[in-house]
């Protein structure tokens, strides 16, 4: 059975990877929407770069959130799933009681080294108040409340480590639910599989540079430090591990 709930991404430009994403995300949805734009003078105009990244790259993945907002808000639309261009979801699930009485439920790692702070919107589950509560609290925070985020980026900058402030610093501020994508009952989604973290560090075995997937009644599991078999419920091909959706 497919969700009832409408699946949104945001991809203002052409990739090929989004088609392969949205072909094997209509065997779990029924809607998917592919929301596009760049322009946010709200976000523009109070927006501080602290990162390593492209300023371009960072600003759009803000810029999401707020084009998400608007298109969710002209078309009353109340509660809805996102996911990345280079994400799948594996398995329809009851994505409303997994989100309860939550405005949000994303990814956020138990484990955190210093000044990781990260909470990941590449699987999430959101209701439109969540959404204009996140987008008023990015707003907030960069004409207000800076000093929430100038301690991190200090840190970036005197010890030479890449990345910095993105969306995900501002999920890990905001984020206050109790759920976590991450810590599903029965499984888990995908952190990235080029990486062996989702909660813990070096959670998941890895084979030639990607976690250990196997394919078990059509359901997809990896193999965790206690040698348990977690099924996966989507599956993020992050970075340079596109490739690897074309195989499903």
Not at 60 to 77: A, D, G, P, S, V
Not at 121 to 144: P, R
Not at 186 to 200: E, H, L
Request: hydrophobic share 35%; proline share 3%; aromatic share 16%.
């Amino acid at each position: 059975m497919k969700s009832n709930l409408p699946l949104f991404y945001y991809q203002p430009n052409d990739v090929p990877y989004l088609e392969k994403s949205l072909e094997l995300n209509k065997k779990i949805f029924k809607d998917l929407l592919v929301i596009k734009g760049t322009d946010c003078p709200e976000f523009n105009n109070v927006y501080k770069h602290m990162c390593y990244n492209s300023d371009v790259f960072e600003k759009l993945c803000f810029i999401r959130f707020f084009k998400i907002l608007k298109y969710i808000k002209e078309n009353n639309i109340d509660k809805f799933l996102y996911c990345d261009s280079d994400a799948i979801f594996l398995k329809a699930l009851d994505f409303e009681k997994i989100l309860e009485d939550e405005k949000c439920v994303a990814c956020r790692p138990r484990e955190q080294n210093k000044f990781e702070d990260v909470t990941g919107a590449h699987f999430s589950i959101w209701t439109k108040d969540g959404l204009e509560d996140f987008c008023n609290y990015i707003i907030d925070v960069y004409t207000n409340n800076i000093d929430i985020l100038t301690p991190k980026w200090e840190w970036h900058v005197e010890t030479q480590t890449g990345g910095g402030i993105c969306d995900m610093t501002l999920m890990y501020h905001w984020y206050k639910g109790k759920n976590n994508l991450y810590d599903v009952e029965g499984g888990t989604f995908d952190r990235g599989i080029g990486m062996p973290q989702n909660n813990i560090a070096d959670e998941f075995e890895m084979k030639d540079g990607i976690k250990r997937l196997r394919s078990i009644d059509n359901q997809i599991f990896g193999t965790n430090y206690n040698d348990e078999l977690i099924e996966f419920f989507g599956l993020h091909f992050q970075g340079d591990k596109k490739n690897y959706m074309y195989n499903l």
